[in-house]
């Protein structure tokens, strides 16, 4: 049996991008999209390690051996295949000279692809066996694997985006910088079993990453319990945590252990826990100081062991000034602290989040949808805020799937993102007039007009195509995302002439 490979394209012609995926992804191998000569040095460069490395030169941009001195540094010259027109000799030449030897010509055929994969399996294989070898030949195979850099990438991360299976419908997806370090905490924190802090807002899957470091701790064999701190009043939690016994109080038929009990050797997550109580903090303060504590209306002490894992979308820091939340109990739960950044610091996760969803749909739910979702409502699920977070995103898929409507969705987001961007008449007019900051503010405000126009007028000449856009200005696609929403850019055809199109210019003809 062949060895299945690791693809990453950066093709920009859709014909020839769509026969290498078919191809490729026909033959079982796993084939990873990026948009841009930056994204791909970004993957590579955060411990992406592909087989094959397949990208086309932008036609607009005259830098193409540049950009391919760029990707020399993340990957070796006989992983690279590079794909020119006819017309591009000399760019091929150039290449040859940086060791790349791998070329196709356009149009690429199914033949093409087949050659290139054809000529990478023996290595491939050559590495497999290697990675086999008995204990003491672990140089051999770094040596045959590829780069010095890819030695100490994990043979359990072989590519991103990084997915773990939790149980359920719950899994952990890591594709950028910060997700990924969270990744290597949890691993660090797999044979260290302290208490963990886990901050974030709402939504942004704190709960997974409670899951993630119980999967990957030597409790793993154990339960994994959650209480939801927040949902029950003082007197029905405390029954909850510790148990009672039975005619502790009207309703207590019987004796019941607590969750701290019930998740005796495993793990218990206490969500919300910046909602509990200033006397309920003591007592809990108490259980983790010596893992002793009392069933409600018993007088004997129980022992467990547990680890307690807390999470809260709480500024911490603000209640502990307030007094709201007790400082000792705090640096308890807090051994070690994990922040998950919301959503919108780690955009470049969407497009990975959104398939795993479609995916993961019922099967009478996403039957004929496909496994992504259209460019323009694409880029419009990277340039919304989604203040909900992965719960906001995981809905909004949900309904689009059953809608079926793509168009309708896409208006939808550009239409939330235009409304959250857009001020209130009633606060501008409560607002008194800014004072003159000096000669470099203007200079300032003049600089963000000028990069503003020029990009709406590159924009609307590639037809709102933000890749060939990115390209065309010499910026990475992330980058133009980024400035797209700084300020509060809309295709002219959106706009209302009525109405004065932002950054001061009053019509489309103002514009250009």
């Not at 692809?113 to 050559?126: D, G």
Request: charged residues 25%; proline residues 5%.
């Amino acid at each position: 049996m062949k060895p299945l490979l690791l693809v990453l394209t950066d093709i920009q012609n859709a014909k020839a991008r769509a026969t290498v995926k078919m191809v490729l992804e026909g033959a079982g191998h796993r084939v990873i999209e990026a948009g841009g000569g930056a994204q791909v040095n970004a993957l590579l460069s955060n411990g992406l390690d592909p087989d094959l490395l397949l990208c086309e030169p932008s036609p607009v941009n005259s830098s193409e051996t540049s950009a391919l001195r760029q990707h020399l540094k993340f990957a070796p010259a006989d992983k690279i295949c590079l794909i020119t027109r006819l017309s591009e000799q000399g760019l091929r030449r150039e290449a040859a000279e940086l060791g790349i030897k791998r070329t196709l010509s356009m149009p690429v055929t199914r033949e093409d692809v087949e050659s290139v994969i054809e000529s990478l399996t023996p290595a491939k294989a050559q590495i497999c066996a290697a990675r086999d070898l008995p204990s003491g030949c672990e140089d051999l195979a770094v040596a045959t694997s590829g780069p010095a850099n890819s030695a100490h990438i994990p043979d359990d991360m072989p590519a991103l985006p990084y997915v773990e299976e939790l149980g359920g419908s719950n899994f952990f997806l890591a594709a950028s910088p910060r997700m990924l370090e969270i990744r290597r905490q949890v691993r660090l924190l797999a044979d260290i079993d302290v208490n963990v802090l886990i901050l974030g807002e709402s939504g942004t899957g704190k709960e997974v990453i409670a899951q993630l470091i119980h999967k990957n701790s030597r409790r793993s064999r154990e339960r994994f319990l959650k209480v939801n701190c927040a949902a029950l009043p003082a007197d029905l939690l405390e029954s909850e945590l510790f148990g009672h016994r039975q005619g502790a109080f009207t309703g207590a038929i019987s004796d019941r252990a607590g969750k701290f009990e019930q998740a005796n050797r495993g793990t218990l997550l206490l969500d919300e826990i910046a909602e509990i109580g200033v006397q309920m903090q003591a007592k809990l303060l108490h259980v983790l100081q010596d893992g002793q504590f009392a069933r409600l209306g018993a007088q004997e002490t129980s022992k467990v062991d547990v680890r307690v894992l807390a999470a809260t979308n709480v500024q911490m820091e603000d209640a502990l000034f307030a007094k709201t939340f007790r400082e000792d109990l705090y640096y308890r739960l807090s051994v070690f602290t994990i922040k998950v950044p919301p959503l919108r610091e780690r955009r470049e996760e969407i497009p990975y989040l959104i398939e795993e969803f479609i995916r993961r749909s019922p099967v009478e739910l996403s039957s004929g949808f496909g496994s992504s979702l259209p460019s323009r409502l694409m880029d419009a699920a990277l340039l919304y805020d989604w203040r909900g977070n992965l719960r906001e995103l995981k809905n909004f898929v949900t309904r689009t799937i059953v809608m079926r409507d793509a168009d309708a969705a896409t208006r939808e987001l550009e239409a939330k993102e235009t409304a959250s961007a857009t001020p209130d008449p009633q606060d501008l007019a409560a607002d008194p007039p800014a004072p003159f900051l000096g000669i470099r503010s203007v200079v300032r405000d003049v600089k963000a007009r000028t990069e503003s126009k020029m990009i709406q007028s590159a924009l609307e000449t590639f037809g709102w195509n933000r890749r060939r856009t990115a390209q065309y200005l010499n910026m990475s696609y992330r980058a133009l995302l980024y400035k797209i929403q700084q300020h509060h850019l809309r295709p002219w055809s959106a706009v209302d002439p009525k109405q004065s199109v932002p950054n001061g210019s009053s019509t489309r003809q103002n514009a250009i």
